[in-house]
């Protein structure tokens, strides 16, 4: 069974910083990590993948602010969140695409707000 389970979400005021962290277990190979929000009253959208030869791509709004990377030894990607915005504010998901079948899974969500 597929499980994600991230952590690191909460409150921060605007200019600071966060860091997420996702494990993930139970997939057999893995072509691609990376992490969704979804903001109130919005569609959720991608922000940040990370491939396994190490490519990465960002959502416009957070290139130069947020950093993805991953842990192979401890299959954990991480989103490394800073000069947070108000407009960051969402519940993060991770998720991952199985490489054998291209499934897509995701996490149960971590919240992140920002305000002051």
């Known amino acids: 069974q597929v499980q994600l389970v991230e952590s690191g979400g909460g409150l921060v005021q605007p200019g600071g910083s966060l860091r997420l962290s996702c494990v993930a277990s139970g997939m057999f190979s893995i072509n691609r990590m990376g992490w969704d929000r979804q903001a109130p009253g919005k569609q959720r959208e991608s922000v940040a993948t990370?491939?396994?030869?190490?490519?990465?791509n960002y959502e416009d709004s957070v290139k130069g602010r947020f950093t993805i990377s991953r842990d192979d030894a401890k299959n954990t990607v991480y989103l490394q969140m800073g000069t947070l915005k108000l407009e960051d504010t969402a519940v993060y998901y991770c998720?991952?695409?199985?490489?054998?079948?291209?499934?897509?899974?995701w996490g149960q969500g971590t919240q992140v707000t920002v305000s002051s």
């Open positions: 990370i491939f396994m030869d190490g490519s990465t």
């Open positions: 998720t991952a695409v199985d490489a054998f079948n291209y499934s897509q899974y």
